[in-house]
């Protein structure tokens, strides 16, 4: 089946710093690209829909600047968390899919980012 | 606006036995895709079944089947046979028409799974 690949699997890091995301589509062109963040116990909520060579779109509520959003091929997006905050820390989970929107997604296995 | 609710936080079942979680939608669309995910204490999504809106029969896959309710809009997944290894958090997810842009999914509140021996 497809596989999505999200790297790296954890990170620990001071406040301040800015953490960069990878998610890689490994076996299929991954036209449209999600990203995700998830609260201890709670559901999934949508960031930003990135489609390959333009622009993500984001969630009312999102900051467009402090979740940089990159997807400048059909294998790789990525997502930056720039100058982390406590409150930053949290599950951040991709999915992509290929060119249709009833194309199924195939989720990452998640980045848990602690930020001290 | 289209919503999705689980309304059961946490459910026990015991090993072997048969459980039902529930999950409700409201779309406007005509056309729309339901799917179940299970996301274990590892975090993954691992997608379970999906069922088309226009779908007349309810999808199976192994142990999980899709009770579709068109008319209730309710879409609950029932696991036969339960395993401990069923142990997770469940989430019912939706995707909408062609007021939905993009194919984005948009998630219930997730139901926790405990099957006890």
């Known amino acids: 089946g497809a596989v999505v690949s999200q790297h790296p699997s954890w990170v620990i890091c001071k406040s301040g710093t800015s953490v960069k995301i990878e998610c890689r589509s490994l076996?299929?062109?991954?036209?449209?690209m999600f990203w995700y963040r998830q609260f201890p116990k709670q559901s999934l909520m949508l960031m930003a829909t990135?489609?390959?060579?333009?622009?993500?779109?984001?969630e009312q509520g999102v900051e467009k600047d402090k979740f940089l959003i990159n997807h400048a091929s059909l294998t790789l997006s990525t997502l930056t968390v720039t100058s982390a905050h406590p409150e930053d820390s949290s599950f951040y989970i991709c999915?992509?899919?290929?060119?249709?929107?009833?194309?199924?997604?195939?989720f990452g296995d998640g980045t848990r980012l602690s930020i001290l | 606006a289209q919503k999705i609710t689980q309304t059961q936080p946490g459910m026990f079942v015991q090993e072997k036995e048969a459980v039902t979680l529930d999950c409700t939608y409201d779309?406007?669309?005509?056309?729309?895709?339901l799917f179940w995910y299970k996301q274990p204490s590892s975090g993954e999504m691992i997608f379970l079944i999906y069922?088309?809106?226009?779908?007349?029969q309810n999808a199976t896959e192994g142990r999980y089947s899709l009770n579709f309710q068109k008319a209730r809009k309710s879409a609950n997944l029932v696991i036969s046979a339960s395993q401990l290894g069923d142990s997770a958090m469940y989430f019912c997810?939706?995707?909408?028409?062609?007021?939905?842009?993009?194919?984005?999914?948009?998630f219930g509140q997730g139901t926790e799974l405990s099957v006890k021996p």
């Open positions: 076996d299929f062109q991954a036209t449209t």
């Open positions: 069922q088309g809106s226009y779908d007349e």
């Open positions: 779309t406007s669309d005509q056309s729309y895709g």
């Open positions: 997810a939706m995707r909408g028409g062609h007021h939905n842009q993009g194919g984005k999914l948009i």
């Open positions: 999915s992509a899919r290929g060119s249709s929107n009833n194309q199924p997604q195939h």
């Open positions: 990135s489609n390959e060579g333009s622009k993500a779109t984001y």
